[in-house]
């Protein structure tokens, strides 16, 4: 991973990101290696990001997920005792859980998993090693369908509302 060591370049990336609409989102880093989280965190730090939670296996991710306001998951594939298809898979059944955007993070060996995890409903897919800049526009880019998703439902609750 290639980072900036010049100050100035580092602020006018962070400048170019950070959004007060998505400064306050919750993301949930799930890797089973603690070295991948930090450096996804940090990654996550340097656009903006405060609040994120992070995970070292499937079940502690069901059950962050389960008992905090997630907006967007950060999962690793290959991890013990439940791996990345098997979270998906059980969030995706969840209809409470169904619309919480995930993006896959995988090694290239791992491709027919991740198109399943695609098939069942994941959001994105990012390769690792990842690049900072795809990072940023993949979590972007769910944020904001996220956004959109949450004001179309706030929309129709409000339509609801006024029809009865």
Do not use: W
């Not at 990072?135 to 769910?142: P, T, V």
Request: charge should be negative; glycine fraction near 4%.
């Amino acid at each position: 991973m290639e980072q900036t060591n010049n100050p100035s370049d580092q602020s006018l990336v962070a400048e170019k990101v950070i959004d007060p609409t998505f400064a306050s989102f919750c993301i949930l880093v799930v890797d089973d290696s603690r070295t991948l989280r930090r450096i996804l965190i940090r990654e996550l730090n340097s656009l903006g990001f405060q609040n994120i939670l992070e995970a070292a296996d499937g079940i502690e991710a069901i059950n962050t997920v389960k008992s905090n306001s997630i907006d967007l998951m950060l999962l690793d594939m290959e991890m013990p005792e439940l791996d990345g298809l098997g979270v998906l898979t059980e969030l995706k059944s969840d209809d409470i859980y169904k619309s919480l955007p995930i993006i896959v993070i995988s090694g290239a060996d791992q491709f027919d998993k991740t198109i399943k995890c695609i098939e069942i409903g994941a959001e994105d897919y990012l390769p690792k090693p990842f690049d900072p800049i795809l990072l940023r526009a993949r979590i972007f880019s769910s944020l904001e369908k996220k956004r959109l998703r949450d004001l179309d439902q706030q929309h129709l609750e409000m339509l609801n509302k006024e029809k009865e």
